[in-house]
T-cell receptor, first 117, second 111 residues
Framework: GAVVSQHPSRVICKSGTSVKIECRSLDFQATTMFWYRQFPKQSLMLMATSNEGSKATYEQGVEKDKFLINHASLTLSTLTVTSAHPEDSSFYIC?????????????FGQGTRLTVV | DQQVKQNSPSLSVQEGRISILNCDYTNSMFDYFLWYKKYPAEGPTFLISISSIKDKNEDGRFTVFLNKSAKHLSLHIVPSQPGDSAVYFCAARRSDDKIIFGKGTRLHILP
């Protein structure tokens, strides 16, 4: 149980275009999902918290107009990288907690490798 | 400000021996600490957690120790196996449910 699926796993896009990444909780409902970004050999940096039915909350230094988050249902959150530039190239990962589980752990998607050319 | 620190970027351990991965933190308000394992181009996989009110939690080959006074925790893997080779992330959960990660330690299990 507690499977989180992320799609696509890899995407290459041209500079100036937008890319949408989907995160789905397959066997549980998630009122909250989290979006992270990882640079090579670096930690997973929390970007934003996605809240079902309301606006996302962003960590300090993350541009909300650049990284649009929508949490339309209890099983789906999307991250759209708008007007992508090469510096947006990174590994993006989502996570969600199963509130029916006792433990504190969050479960992660497989990640999306974004390359902007 | 790095709230969760893993000061060893890599560690090599002989197969069958004990692997000890260390982690320090600065925020006394974390309520849980977690360890995740990650392979390249994949999301992290949850391994084990410990509540801030405990000092030890064991699950099979994995044991996590917490020393609150030193703001230090460690993950012990014994015996180490080849499949344990991966990057291990120490993480801590805040009261708002957000999980903060360290930079990770790459563990190499040597044959």
């Amino acid at each position: 149980g507690a499977v989180v699926s992320q799609h696509p796993s890899r995407v290459i896009c041209k500079s100036g275009t937008s890319v949408k990444i989907e995160c789905r909780s397959l066997d549980f409902q998630a009122t909250t999902m989290f979006w992270y970004r990882q640079f090579p050999k670096q930690s997973l940096m929390l970007m934003a918290t996605s809240n079902e039915g309301s606006k996302a909350t962003y960590e300090q230094g993350v541009e909300k107009d650049k990284f649009l988050i929508n949490h339309a249902s209890l099983t789906l959150s999307t991250l759209t990288v708008t007007s992508a530039h090469p510096e947006d190239s990174s590994f993006y990962i989502c996570s969600a907690r199963d509130l029916n589980r006792k433990g504190p752990e969050a479960f992660f998607g497989q990640g999306t490798r974004l390359t902007v050319v | 400000d790095q709230q969760v620190k893993q000061n060893s970027p890599s560690l090599s351990v002989q197969e069958g021996r004990i692997s000890i991965l260390n982690c320090d933190y600065t925020n006394s308000m974390f309520d849980y600490f977690l360890w995740y394992k990650k392979y390249p181009a994949e999301g992290p996989t949850f391994l084990i957690s410990i509540s801030s009110i405990k000092d030890k939690n064991e699950d099979g080959r994995f044991t996590v120790f917490l020393n609150k006074s030193a703001k230090h925790l460690s993950l012990h893997i014994v015996p180490s196996q080849p499949g344990d080779s991966a990057v291990y992330f120490c993480a801590a959960r805040r009261s708002d449910d957000k999980i903060i990660f360290g930079k990770g330690t790459r563990l190499h299990i040597l044959p």
